[in-house]
């Protein structure tokens, strides 16, 4: 009728157009789905919405079908996932049970898939589909109530989306109701005010615990195992999270009070009423989160227990502060998160400032206990050992005295743990900060919870591949470090071995009871008093390792005498580096002349002795090849690049090459007669390489030391000087290892293999780490082959600076070791997370198909099934965490 005769729906595939009665018909059970109208005047296609038409209504309590009772039908503002629309409802009248009452109008809704505005005469409802929608949009996405909203608003009509009516308010109100029913039944509790402590709290199902996935024999572990059941626990506070200060109804409550990883509520504000927050005194730097910093808000941010393994938010381990991190506020967070855990012997936990919160922290804790005894939420029979420890981010933020004794790099038994899931965590919720900030008390709770809530499920779903890809690495830089360690011990005297081992049982003991002992003098940092003199450090970066006997003859004194003539070749070419040209009478051109006179010397004994054994070796061979550019000479002239591109004048006046058997084609060094020249040639390579080799490992150390000297001092005067040593002893590096990667070509073209010369690259090079601070990621990075021998420290008695190489070795020791030790431990710790996680999960499927049997004795057939659609979801879970362990 009137302008509109043909109409086609939207949201249907393949729909054909029909007429209204027949569009009318087909979507009884698809009320929702939008539709276009043939325009005849305009001839377009106009959109509308099904729900509108003046003869379409939704019946329910029959299929769709109308009621034969009385109608109770009512104009209704339906909101869905394709737009917000009014349209006609009508209930059913049919009465049910004894009293002969129709179901409540708020029954029929939900039956028919409508969640109600309201409980006593809705007036508005939104599709389930749509809630659930908004729900994963908004812990994914962070799309508040007002941007779904305004999102349906101009889907339903994008040219004037102010004429369709606002439900943002109503949204608001029914996403917190529908998110509370949807938490308690996950979790399968009853949706009662109060909840249980953390009952709606998703748990990690790596970390122990208590009756589901540990260990049966747990208890019985030997001290050197129990590290496998330690919790690991991080605390941190997040200032971003904030909440206005500004009017609220007072009346506001949180529906997941409790339930949740945010503290109840009634014992928490019964605490705050009688603890007076302090401003603590600190002995390292001044933090912000210690209260040196301006706070403001009616919350100005919050504190928080996590798992610092997995990134699971712990249940009851969040409340919200005023003020800064005052101990006070952590101290309730730490008695109320770790009433779950409380049964454990060890637990592990990371703060940003646990160098200044361990202090006293048992007797704050048994004061809380003693003060608060009726505050049930917080009691605590008994509280495990604390191991402490400092993230490896915020470490270096640190004095050096607090740094290895919290330094997760040392603590035994925390595996790889990097103490900064907090932050992590934080990092996501900052971006739904900028909502909650404006809610009322209540309703932020209840979001927090559930975006809490959204995440560790997320993580549960993929803890198995997690666990999976840490396990691969752990094993293969437990092996790396552990082949590393060996090799360098090698090298060390065993009994220096001994007494080391000594001390780093004694320092985990003294760790172990830092509670008592404060005062650690730590066996991985450098002792202070032991480091050279300016003078001293540029003294050994410039030596230069020489030959001696010079005075060989024959044919030892040919190849002995070509390898130091190139060694002063390689010498005078770094000399003349960058120079336009050689001053006459300098000292530089005292030694090019020396240096030609030594080399025409040289020339008279290879006529003697070489040339006339090459000469044999090529007719042998039957190959006019009498010589040709070395290998070596090549990889000299690409690693020394400054020559190359800055040529001087003199370098025409130095000889190309020196050559050696292995300047020669390899047909040739086969000969038996060259066997003697080449065997002659390895040796006196090799064992130049070595002492090359010692020379590079000095001059790196010798480069940090500056560096941490320079870092002592202040002003521009000295920091230009240091920068200049530095430059220097980068320079000396360079060139060091440039000689030594000239004798390993060389050994390589005389077909010489020794596994202890390697090829040096430039992360060779690297910082050798010797100073008190420690890079993210370094260890999961390898060290250098070229640290697994340290006898060069033995090697010089009356040394100045052998005191701080075997310091430096001494330290270098201890961090090996450390770091096997740690990834050991994070091996067997993963291995014992894989075991819990499958418990975990099976427990859960025998959980849940336990509940479904008591639905199903009580006749509670929806429940039932939706228990046992649960106990499926585990069960997937736990068939692909067997298959990945």
Known sequence: PGEHTLFRCFDCYHAEVVCRPCIVLEHI???????????????????????TFDDFVIHLGHGGEPCNRQWNERQMTITHEHGIVPMKVRFCACPVGEDGKPLPDYIQLLRFGLFPGSWSEPRSAYTINGLRDYDLLSAQCQISAWDFSTYLRR???????????????????TMREFMFLRATRRAGVEPVRPLELGCIAVLCPACPQKDMNMDPRWKDRPLCEQHKDMLFSTTDGNFQSSLKDKPFDDTDFSLTDGGGAIVEQSDFKKYKGKVKPEKDDTTCNKFGAMG???????????????????MFVLPNGTVDITGGEVY????????????????????????????????KFRK???????NFPNLLSIRLDYLPFTLPGIGKFHAPAHTASCRCKYSYNYLPGVGMTDGEAAERIWAILNHLAARTKEMSPGHRHDVINHFYSDMNIRRLHG??????????????FAAETRQYLVNLEQSIPATTLAEWRVQEAEWKERVLHIDEEINLESPYELKQDKALSNKELLLKITKERTLTGDTASGVIGVVQRAVSLTEEREAL?????????VEPDSELDERCQQFHTEVERWEVLRDTYLVPIVHDAAKQVEEDILARTSAAEASSSSTTSPSAKNPSKALSDLPPTIALPSSYHPLITSRSCMRSFVELESDFRRAEALNKLEDVRTAVISREVIKLHKMKFSGKGITTRNRSMIQEAEQGVTQTANRYRRHWVALRALGFEDASLRPLAKDDLARFDVSTERDLGKSK????WIWENFSFVDSAEDDPSKVVYDDARRVHWFRSSALWTRWKEELEILDEEMKRTVRFFMYWERRWLDIARERDDRGEDGPAAYARRQAYRHTRLLNGAREKF
């Open 29 to 51: 059970h698809n009320p929702f789905h939008r539709v276009e109208a043939w325009h005849n005047s305009l001839r377009f296609w106009e959109r509308q919405y099904v729900g």
């Open 155 to 173: 889907t339903t009509d994008s040219v004037a989306p102010d004429s369709v009516k606002d439900r943002h308010r109503e949204l608001n109100n």
């Open 292 to 310: 040196y910093s301006r706070f403001t808000g009616r919350v100005s941010g919050m504190v928080g227990l996590s798992c610092a393994r997995h």
């Open 328 to 359: 006070c506020w952590v101290d309730y967070c730490m008695c109320a998160g770790m009433r779950r855990w409380s049964f454990l012997k060890w637990h592990c936990n990371g703060y940003d400032i646990n160098c200044q919160y361990r202090k």
């Open 364 to 370: 704050r804790i048994k004061d809380i206990q003693t």
């Open 463 to 476: 803890i198995a591949a997690l666990l999976l890809k840490r396990w691969i690495r752990a094993r293969d």
């Open 573 to 581: 070419l770094d000399a003349m580096d960058g120079l336009p040209m």
């Open 781 to 784: 990075r390898q060290t250098s």
